[in-house]
């Protein structure tokens, strides 16, 4: 499964939490949140929101900038065809008063 995939390596990669859930800890963590898919001619597509945590607005932009550089080495396993940033911006949960950066990105992958 392409999420389990992403997971591991971006929590390799980064060396913090990387999941889909909310951790214990308040920030300088990683959400996936996988909004898509598609198929074509046996050939997946996948649509996730990666959400970079920060203790401020700044350190979120950071993480997401560790994310997108991540991202690129992703693009180079065997099992992944190819990436693409769909857009990335400020995403602050103003519910939650927590600072985060979000990157939409869609993975092609077999």
Same mark, same amino acid.
């Given at each position: ?33 996988? &909004?898509?898919?598609? &198929? ?8 996730? @929101?990666?959400?970079?945590?920060? @203790?401020?607005?700044?350190? @979120? ?7 997108? @550089? ?21 995403? &602050? ?18």
């Amino acid at each position: 499964m392409i999420a389990e995939l992403l997971i591991s390596f971006l929590n390799e990669k980064l060396g913090i939490y990387v999941g889909m859930e909310q951790p214990e800890q308040k920030t300088g963590y990683v959400i996936l949140d996988q &909004t898509g898919s598609s &198929t074509m001619n046996r050939i997946k597509t996948t649509t996730f @929101a990666v959400q970079s945590y920060g @203790a401020s607005l700044l350190e @979120a932009m950071r993480l997401n900038g560790q994310v997108e @550089a991540a991202m690129e080495e992703f693009a180079e396993l065997p099992q992944v065809a190819g990436v693409r940033l769909e857009t990335d911006y400020n995403f &602050t949960d103003t519910t939650t008063k927590q600072y985060r950066w979000q990157a939409v990105y869609d993975i092609t992958h077999y």
